[in-house]
């Protein structure tokens, strides 16, 4: 039985490996995911130990706004010179510095624009010197401009000891000019740890331009005296200086930042693992569809099997053997292919961004090699136990029979269909609705398997309406007897051109999904801009680095002086904590003109205008917190001790604000008191274009912010959905990669079932060509099938989510229409690069071999 | 009726054909030095024991294999040298099959099967001729049924009438009663003999069934790739008598030779 097994198997090469590919696809991704993640997560704890290496003990400053999304961003908190001086004196201390190290100083690069990173931090310290810090080139700051920064800064950005540089900070984003005094370098001659930028002034300097604080700073090196444990010095300096800062070891810092960053890494591993989820999924129909042809055309063979004795067991057992060696190598070619891809994405994240990360070496975690077997084979065997159970299913006297099992009716696959696709539908409905809360990701895990199980319940109901959509859409190419037969046999076997046109839906479902959300909130958008604000312009940026997008508040005056310009309003944002939430809070200058343009109306209380010591809020926000209008409310702001401010109005739920709001008297108590939006109304009739270049030129000492008129704002809000489209479009692409091979494979198997009527056709005068156009035909029938189901199914999810986030200011649906055309024409192109083997195969159809009896 | 001048021709000729597969010691000749001329209008049959080339015959003589040396011509085409694309055409527009068995295709209703060539060559179909083959095959009341709705003797009359319906010169016929009953089988050698009679058909027919030869008008005995002897006008008791000879037959004549 074994044998016999191995046999069929091995004279099936091809199909062997159009079928393993999909496989191997999807166990290359999760392989190499985690062989990306474990060779970053090695480099990064080196790298740490690295930046640590000559810290014995640290104190830092916690911040007054502490915990919540933003986690352990110290920004701005600081601690005054006098607990340098007390750690000092602390027994085992051999010294102690304080220095200025937050993630926010960005240089202006000769061109004009600010030097950015992919990601690394861009540090403002105040120079210390010492530690691993070492000068290579000019000399430490000495003077208030003068600064020295990394090599790594020095190289990607081609300054020279001796240039002027412009620099932006976290308390000032309009650029100074700094005289670059010198470079330095880390252990080991790096220019760079990771990437990381570095500026460094000196200690007044950094005080006044980061902090905003003069005499104080973000941490205290400390140095051990010999022989004194770091662990009992760090408890010690602990226990003197109280519960108001943070005291850690070297090794604690480089650990807890090197798990930080590994966190920050399984975004590439949900990335990886994403697109193997994706590939695994469609996949499995590439291999049910093989399998299944595979068993149907063995009919006779299975059946004599049966009938010389073979048991039902014996049956399954042969088509899971065949599936377990598919899957097996499958999985050991995936797992080399995930190793290579693991280290090729590896070498090109460390030498992104300056090539500042070493890497450890590339390692192979167990985890990569379990995940690969376990992945590779159970696909396989599911994917492969339905067509198991029908071969054990062939009655013997099914090899005494001339012509294969005649169609199996579709009523019980298309109930089980309507029944899956229905739960799915609830699954998505209800993960929509919210109403799962947010408990292990409870609504984004509902979500994902609503989409799952409604992409299966979809797959098992498409047999049945492939017959009439199949022989609508082949009714295109009636014009010609190959289109004519092409359409016939596309519609033929319901089940075969259903889980082959199944697998591009997929893909296509997706895209569309993401183009109607997408288009969706660009109309929604739109409307919303146009309709319930009068805002013409708005200053403001999108954050890219440690530093907030802000600019110079002083721009709105000379922007209010402007002809045509008839109100503004200027806003600061930072984050707060009120009666103990940490959440967001903007100051207003001019809340009345706010009112005005955002369309805010009063639900109770009064909200034109706030002085110190008043907030406002909106309804939804009140009724979380249980707040009337004059209730007391604890606020602690970024710097200061906690006040308490009194409510004074609450507004009516607004599409476009939402949250806390002050007036400015407190802003200088924010993380930096620089401006963050700037709302601009103009007189009726005035041309927005002029006024706009006005603006623009004011702004120009301003890199962060730019300014928007209502169009630019929709498409600069909905391109932040352009990673997500850009990514799904990968996805698509691989999903798409499969389905051709998947559709290559059923047509492959196809020609070879039909072998004999090729060549009766080929006999009775079909050319060649001929032949070829009606394999193509077929093709293209089932590939725009497979592309209409996505785009129907995919408009349905996008339109789900759409109306779910109704209460969320997406009010209008709507379809890109223009995208959906593109898939169908791109799904016959689809259809037509994979017929080309398939048709090739079918043109060299042997005539006489084709005709010869058995 | 112009069958007098229709038998003066020569619908199909080989001339001196052999057929070699293979090469050294796994050599095969299938065909050795085969002449023969079929005449128009004229219903013939070659039979011969299994491996006797009779098959290899038809295939050279309708243009699906080529011949190794000698030549096969189909009216006055000459089939040596013909690309792919020339025989496919002068299979479509004049020659006719008719074979054992996978004869339709199953996608296709009975007139879509019947009309198929025609299709494939973007020709219309002479209405009158349509009408007089759908007559003759009686299968009027069957035309929109698919394949596996119609009986195997059914079946094969299609498959006649697909052979006839765009008058090719010469119509092939592989065994056409090999999967069939005896009283189906009667019915659509009757059918292609009447077709011969009334229509002036040329049908060339491989069997090896000495009932059916004798619906033929002539018949060719092949014996190891060579023509052993013919019959003209033979009945299926001649015919049987023939074949039981066939070798003594071949010996005589291989000894002659």
Known sequence: MLRATFKSLLSRKLRLILSGLAVILGVMFVSGAFVLTDTLGRSFTNLFQTAFVSTDVQVAAKAKVAGGDAGSDQGIASLPSSVVDQVKGISGVADADGQVWIDGAQAIGKNGKVISTFGSPQFGISWVGGGNQTINAGTAPSADDEVVINAGLAKTAGFAVGDNIRIITMQQSTPATFHLVGTFTYPGNRGSLGGEQTIAFTTAAAQRLLLGAPDSFSVVNVRAAPGVDDNALRDRIAAQIGGDYTVKTGKQLADDNASDVKQGLSFFNYILLGFAGVALFVGTFLILNTFSIIVAQRTRELALLRAVGASRRQMIGSVLIEATVIGLLASVVGLGAGIGVGALLAVLFSSAGGGGLQLAGIGVPPSAIIGAFAVGLIITWVAALMPALRASRIPPIAAMRDAATADRPLTQISIVGGAVTAVGAGLLGFGLSGRAGSAHNATLWLILSGVLVSFIGVALLTPLICRPVVSALGRLFSWSVPGQLGRRNSARNPRRTATTAAALMVGVALITGVYVIRSSVTASLTQLVNKEVSVDMIIYGQQSSGIPPTFDPKVMDQVKALSGVSETSTLYADAARINGDRTGLAAVDDVAALDDMAGLKAASGTITSISDGQLIVDQPEADAHHLKVGDQVKVQLARGPERTFTLTGIYAKNNVTSGWISSTANVADFSTSQASQGLIKLAPGTPVGPVKAEVNTLLADNPLVNVADRSDYVKQQSDQLNFVVNMIQILLFLAILIAVLGIINTLALSVLERTRELGLLRAIGLRRAQAMRMITVEAVVISVFGALLGVAVGTGLGAAVVRALKDDGFTTLSFPWAQMVEYLVLAAIVGVVAAVLPAIRAARVNVLEAIAYE | ?257
């Open chain 2, 1 to 257: 009726m112009t069958t007098t001048a229709a038998v003066a021709g020569v619908a199909a000729r080989a001339t001196d054909v052999w057929k070699v597969y293979g090469s050294g010691e796994a050599q095969v000749v299938a065909l050795r030095g085969i002449s023969v001329e079929l005449r128009r209008g004229q219903y013939t049959a070659i039979m011969g024991p299994s491996g006797s080339g009779k098959s290899t015959l038809m295939h050279c003589l309708a243009g699906l294999d080529t011949v190794t040396r000698g030549e096969v011509a189909i009216g006055d085409t000459r089939l040596g040298g013909l690309s792919d694309a020339k025989l496919t055409q002068l299979r479509r527009d004049q020659v006719g099959f008719v074979f054992q068995q996978f004869n339709l295709l199953p996608t296709l209703t009975a007139q879509e099967n019947i009309l198929l060539p025609l299709s494939i060559a973007k020709r219309k179909a002479d209405k009158a001729w349509y009408d007089t083959v759908i007559e003759t095959v009686g299968l009027g009341d069957r035309l929109t049924h698919k394949p596996a709705q119609l009986s195997g003797g059914q079946q094969q009359r299609v498959a006649c009438a697909r052979a006839l319906v765009s008058r090719p010169d010469v119509v092939f016929a592989d065994e056409p009663t090999g999967n069939l009953d005896s009283r189906s089988g009667a019915e659509v050698l009757g059918f292609l003999r009447r077709s011969v009679r009334q229509f002036g058909q040329t049908i060339v027919m491989v069997t090896h069934d000495p009932n059916a030869a004798s619906y033929a008008d002539r018949v060719i005995f092949l014996a190891d790739g060579a023509v052993v002897t013919e019959l003209a006008e033979p009945t299926a008791d001649a015919v049987l008598e023939t074949m039981k000879r066939i070798d003594v037959l071949a010996g005589t004549r291989s000894g002659a030779a």
